[in-house]
């Protein structure tokens, strides 16, 4: 491959931006942790920048576990044509694809690969056509100034060429911004771990992100009565949210559940309520990460400012909210 990045190499990189990364941060959540664990040592040779290292890790994983055979061959594949790899190879990279839509056609990674091709093959024949249109205009030049109108007219052409491309561009990066959406969100269900102290998104089954969270002040056990401090336990839903909260911004549980109010009623006390997923109180953005260090909400989930904002645009309401000791 030479020094020079391709006009292939430049359209598909906004096409590398919006599906590298989920693929390879989230794509093997389902896995056993041994196998989890080799595909983040692929994963962070790839972010280093070592590509024929990532490339014989995956060949290992495809060698150890053969269930993992079509996200390997994708994975291999993206790294083949990722622009920033000096040593890409278009034409493996479309081998890969092609042979995972042929030995795993129920793949969930069968419609990406075969965008990937249509993508690759298809802006490598505008470059091709581009390049030739380039050449024919150097030859013009050459021939001396008898020939500029004819060098205007395929100019013009090149400047066509140049728009049809640049739409091109933008289509790529709409479908590329629906298969992010499609594959980071919506969530269907927030599972809160209060032990772990830990929030995950889940969609159909696969874990979207992972937040470090704090708890009510007194986070064992769950909430029974008002002003308790306890964190609830059990199945609920976002059923509604606060844009212009005290707390940057809120997703409301629906807290007290059936069972909660049996519970409360037999005990003769009220539940409570107002129970929310929310970021730092307003002013105190500051703090970041280090709020998770200690549990100092009312009874609330809490999280940073910056994390809250990517849950609620991740989990709309009706979102089920399963809270484990």
């Not at 020079?4 to 093997?28: A, D, M, N, W």
């Not at 009312?298 to 989990?315: H, M, N, P, Q, R």
Request: glycine share 8%; aromatic share 10%; charged share 30%.
């Amino acid at each position: 491959m030479g020094k020079k990045q391709s006009r292939t190499g430049e359209h598909l990189y906004f096409f590398f931006v919006f599906i590298i990364t989920p693929i390879l941060i989230y794509g093997c959540s389902h896995f056993n942790g041994e196998l989890q664990a080799t595909f983040k040592e692929a994963n962070d040779l790839f972010s280093q920048g070592s590509y024929q290292a990532s490339l014989g890790k995956y060949g290992q994983i495809t060698e150890k576990y053969p269930v993992a055979g079509d996200r390997v061959l994708f994975e291999m594949g993206i790294i083949y044509a990722y622009p920033g790899n000096e040593q890409k190879d278009y034409r493996k990279s479309v081998e890969y694809f092609q042979k995972l839509i042929k030995d795993y056609p129920e793949s969930v990674y069968r419609k990406d690969s075969e965008m990937m091709i249509f993508q690759i093959t298809n802006v490598t024949l505008k470059d091709k056509t581009i390049a030739a249109q380039q050449i024919q205009i150097e030859t013009l030049r050459q021939e001396g100034e008898s020939k500029r109108d004819e060098i205007i007219t395929l100019q013009k052409k090149i400047e066509a060429f140049d728009r049809e491309l640049k739409g091109k561009e933008n289509e790529i990066i709409t479908l590329q911004k629906e298969v992010f959406a499609i594959r980071n969100g919506p969530a269907d269900t927030i599972l809160i771990e209060k032990k772990e102290r830990r929030l995950t998104l889940i969609s159909k089954g696969k874990a979207l992100r992972t937040y470090k969270i704090a708890l009510g002040e007194n986070p064992n056990g769950p909430k029974e009565t008002q002003g308790d401090n306890k964190t609830p336990e059990g199945t609920y839903f976002i059923d509604s949210r606060n844009r212009d909260s005290r707390y940057h911004l809120s997703l409301h549980i629906s807290y007290p559940n059936e069972k909660d109010k049996k519970r409360a009623k037999e005990l003769g006390v009220s539940p409570g309520g107002d129970i929310m997923i929310h970021g730092i109180k307003n002013g105190f953005s500051w703090v970041g990460d280090s709020h998770a260090k200690v549990d100092w909400t009312k009874g609330c989930i809490a999280v940073t400012d910056e994390e809250i904002e990517e849950i609620e645009k991740l989990a709309p309401d009706g979102t089920i909210v399963e809270i484990r000791p």
